[in-house]
């Protein structure tokens, strides 16, 4: 396949931010060929009009439960305990497995649909997120989610053998757009005996793990209590960041100085979730000095059943926003930082390090926004447009490897009518409400 | 005007928060007639297909700058003094009659488009704006910009009595939906023998006044020092929260807990910014306290220099969001509690105390949300859709006084086209930019 998106703007991300005015970008195959001018023999399956649009590497969301969608706005404004308590674990004790694939999908579609072509999902049944990922052209790197205690089967989880078992069959599938890691729950969940069990498989496969660190001081006193150690020293001397690939943890909000050296000298990409920590009243991870200790930190969602939806845009807004107030300094968190973050740091999280950047040999996973709305002008400045005004309604093109999943409003690779009723009646059956299309929510 | 939207789900903001499934609204004239069902002998001009849609009552924006549209991206990521002296100011002073127009059409629009259909507007050359208001449908409160020192005229600015004139000309106008008010900038600014001749004046004329206090330490000390009272008790000594309207303030950053006491009693309103606050580094006021002393406080963008857009709808997430975080209490503003902010407390700032509710005999200040886009699936919970998750995209219908004003993405007041052509071009003649259309922000 070859594209060639004509006359458009390339915020390119490349090292000296160039933000490139009436450029033409060709694609070939899954690569972008050319930046600038197509070579003359090219020969363009598909012409896109690019003027008044911006052509910008894709985003990837470096955390999530996509299959949460089926839990989306069904817990709000209540206390941690009484969110996961009574409600969150009411609803996925009622999960099945085709519940999986409807919610995984709908989640694909409002991904594709904002600007995101990749994800780090951690969840159950992964099996059947690894089918939507390859029928939806998008980018993933999937793990099963196994807690290592009593009947892992309550909620949709299988055994430790099963869940290594699909970390083998799935790992390299969809021509390599899809990576498997391994998936313990967490240190503060899983008992040692089963860490290092992750930790010997992912030796013996070649792949790495992917699990939750140091969401509180609680866990971390903890801890200090059970291993003498903080989490991330924990797992550190268990092995579990030193895998053959890249470990991928999510959160670390009570990180001390001391783990974020650990983790920046590990290499281990660390997921950021600031809509979730807002929403659910859990502390900011020390973001800036996180980055500062020389974190790999991607910026990412969480579940929608604590961050409401998937759309990477709003983090990017978020996490420039917070810390400007936080530190009282209009220049922290600079647009094109919070763009790399999420463009650059969460891909090479999720496993597609090359991505990022709009040059000629790179992944074609880049996207096209109409700047047309009138919250776009005067377009003064296309960076801060997409960080500070940009909604998933400007999301005009997305292509994942070259391949374009999304066209004006219309998605390519999913049917999302099918995805949307299958996805909403689902919902209401896990928490026993009628479906009755809009009536159902003023039960 | 007879219009009928058939079979909807309306979140009323009644005193029961009520959410009404499967209902009609009729609208009949400026004014709501009727909820569940038409009379049986309404005969509508228009019949709207309200399924799989949300009626909420329209939002306000309780203070802002319309025609800094024209500087929106023009200065990002820089510390304040910068933002104001190198940029601001310096783009300002290029600013003509006829720039205000445009400017303010392309703000009316980005309201219209997410949901909002009255504001208050603090700025110069305010007849065109109110030309502006009269001719788009929309709702407003006007106040003409005067410092009272030096040269006023240097930003556009007029004399006093230019102000004062502008005040009794156009109060009550557009039908009454345009409420006009005194404009002194602050009491940092402005003189006090200039603000007691705006107190004389708004008397006279039975007319409030607009302007920003208390919105840093800096101001505090310098009042206190200056006046020996804090900036609300000195505006309240030389009567300007007792004016025959109720006074409208932006910001109170700084405000002490007796000043909170003093606004709350005084019945003054304020207006809140969080995106603004957080962009260029401000404290953020201590909303909770603020509502906890009984303050009226409504929700606010402030002007897109700042806040770089105006979208109602991020402004309502970002104060639930920071909230919920800072507090780390996810029951701290809950859904409603800023909804009705937005949708009652800016309403009644901006002059329009009787909108914000969907109930017959109200005002027919109402609009109509698509739910089907993936992020709204499923719907477990309307209200925390609109609040968490929706985007201008989403906003279908916009009604202000029974009027349409907007419909799947056509602007049915104004000519959007000519709109964004006109505010760009001038934009970038402010700042000496050459008008190449997508050109210019790589200069």
Same mark, same amino acid.
């Given at each position: 396949?070859?594209?060639?998106?004509?006359?458009?703007?390339?915020?390119?991300?490349?090292?000296?931010?160039?933000?490139?005015?009436?450029?033409?970008?060709?694609?070939?195959?899954?690569?972008?060929?050319?930046?600038?001018? @197509?070579?003359?023999?090219?020969?363009?399956?598909?012409?896109?009009?690019?003027?008044?649009?911006?052509?910008?590497?894709?985003?990837?969301?470096?955390?999530?439960?996509?299959? &949460?969608?089926?839990?989306?706005?069904?817990?709000?404004?209540?206390?941690? +305990?009484?969110?996961?308590?009574?409600?969150?674990?009411?609803?996925?004790?009622?999960?099945?497995?085709?519940?999986?694939?409807?919610?995984?999908?709908?989640?694909?579609?409002?991904?594709?649909?904002?600007?995101?072509?990749?994800?780090?999902?951690?969840?159950?049944?992964? #099996?059947?997120? @690894?089918? !939507? !990922?390859?029928?939806?052209? $998008?980018?993933?790197?999937?793990?099963?989610?196994?807690?290592?205690?009593?009947?892992?089967?309550? *909620?949709?989880?299988?055994?430790?053998?099963?869940? *290594?078992?699909?970390?083998?069959?799935?790992?390299?599938?969809?021509?390599?757009?899809?990576?498997?890691?391994?998936?313990?729950?967490?240190?503060?969940?899983?008992?040692?005996?089963?860490?290092?069990?992750?930790?010997?498989?992912?030796?013996?496969?070649?792949?790495?793990?992917?699990?939750?660190?140091?969401?509180?001081?609680?866990?971390?006193?903890?801890?200090?209590?059970?291993?003498?150690?903080?989490?991330?020293?924990?797992?550190?001397?268990?092995?579990?960041?030193?895998?053959?690939?890249?470990?991928? !943890?999510?959160?670390?909000?009570?990180?001390?100085?001391?783990?974020?050296?650990?983790?920046?000298?590990?290499?281990?990409?660390?997921?950021?979730?600031?809509?979730?920590?807002?929403?659910?009243? &859990?502390?900011?991870?020390?973001?800036?000095?996180?980055?500062?200790?020389?974190?790999?930190?991607?910026?990412?969602?969480?579940?929608?059943?604590?961050?409401?939806?998937?759309?990477?845009? +709003?983090?990017?807004?978020?996490?420039?926003?917070?810390?400007?107030?936080?530190?009282?300094?209009?220049?922290? &968190?600079?647009?094109?930082?919070?763009?790399? $973050?999420?463009?650059?740091?969460?891909?090479?999280?999720?496993?597609?390090? +090359?991505?990022? !950047?709009?040059?000629?040999?790179?992944?074609?996973?880049?996207?096209?926004?109409?700047?047309?709305?009138?919250?776009?002008?005067?377009?003064? #400045?296309?960076?801060?447009?997409?960080?500070?005004? @940009?909604?998933?309604?400007?999301?005009?093109?997305?292509?994942?490897?070259?391949?374009?999943?999304?066209?004006?409003?219309?998605?390519?690779?999913?049917?999302? #009518?099918?995805?949307?009723?299958?996805?909403?009646?689902?919902?209401?059956?896990?928490?026993?409400?009628?479906?009755?299309?809009?009536?159902?929510?003023?039960?």
């Amino acid at each position: 396949m070859r594209t060639l998106i004509k006359n458009t703007t390339a915020v390119t991300l490349d090292a000296g931010d160039h933000i490139l005015p009436d450029v033409d970008l060709a694609l070939e195959g899954r690569r972008i060929l050319a930046v600038g001018q @197509a070579p003359p023999d090219f020969a363009p399956d598909e012409v896109i009009d690019g003027r008044e649009m911006v052509a910008v590497p894709a985003f990837f969301n470096a955390h999530c439960h996509a299959a &949460m969608t089926l839990e989306r706005g069904w817990a709000e404004d209540l206390p941690f +305990e009484r969110w996961l308590n009574e409600k969150i674990w009411v609803a996925e004790s009622a999960l099945e497995a085709d519940d999986i694939t409807w919610g995984a999908a709908l989640a694909a579609a409002e991904m594709i649909r904002s600007g995101v072509v990749g994800f780090a999902d951690h969840y159950f049944w992964m #099996d059947k997120v @690894a089918e !939507v !990922v390859a029928d939806s052209g $998008m980018k993933a790197l999937l793990a099963w989610c196994h807690f290592g205690i009593g009947d892992d089967k309550e *909620v949709g989880n299988v055994s430790f053998e099963e869940t *290594v078992a699909f970390v083998e069959t799935w790992n390299g599938a969809a021509d390599g757009r899809i990576h498997t890691t391994m998936g313990p729950h967490s240190p503060y969940m899983t008992p040692t005996a089963v860490l290092k069990r992750f930790v010997a498989e992912a030796q013996r496969i070649g792949v790495g793990a992917h699990f939750h660190l140091s969401e509180s001081d609680e866990q971390v006193r903890n801890s200090l209590e059970r291993h003498g150690l903080t989490p991330p020293a924990y797992v550190a001397e268990l092995g579990l960041l030193d895998l053959p690939r890249p470990t991928l !943890v999510a959160h670390c909000n009570a990180a001390t100085p001391e783990d974020q050296s650990l983790l920046a000298a590990k290499g281990t990409y660390v997921a950021h979730t600031p809509k979730t920590y807002q929403k659910l009243g &859990m502390a900011m991870p020390p973001l800036p000095e996180m980055l500062g200790h020389g974190m790999r930190v991607g910026l990412a969602t969480d579940g929608p059943a604590s961050n409401s939806d998937f759309n990477m845009l +709003e983090i990017m807004r978020l996490t420039g926003l917070y810390w400007k107030g936080a530190l009282r300094d209009p220049e922290a &968190m600079p647009r094109t930082k919070v763009l790399r $973050m999420t463009a650059q740091t969460s891909a090479a999280a999720v496993g597609f390090p +090359e991505s990022g !950047v709009i040059a000629p040999g790179r992944p074609a996973d880049l996207l096209l926004l109409d700047t047309t709305a009138p919250h776009w002008i005067p377009r003064h #400045d296309l960076a801060a447009g997409i960080v500070y005004t @940009a909604h998933p309604g400007d999301v005009a093109y997305v292509w994942c490897d070259g391949r374009l999943l999304y066209r004006k409003g219309e998605f390519l690779t999913l049917d999302i #009518d099918r995805i949307s009723w299958e996805a909403e009646r689902r919902a209401f059956r896990m928490v026993g409400k009628p479906m009755r299309s809009l009536r159902a929510y003023a039960a």
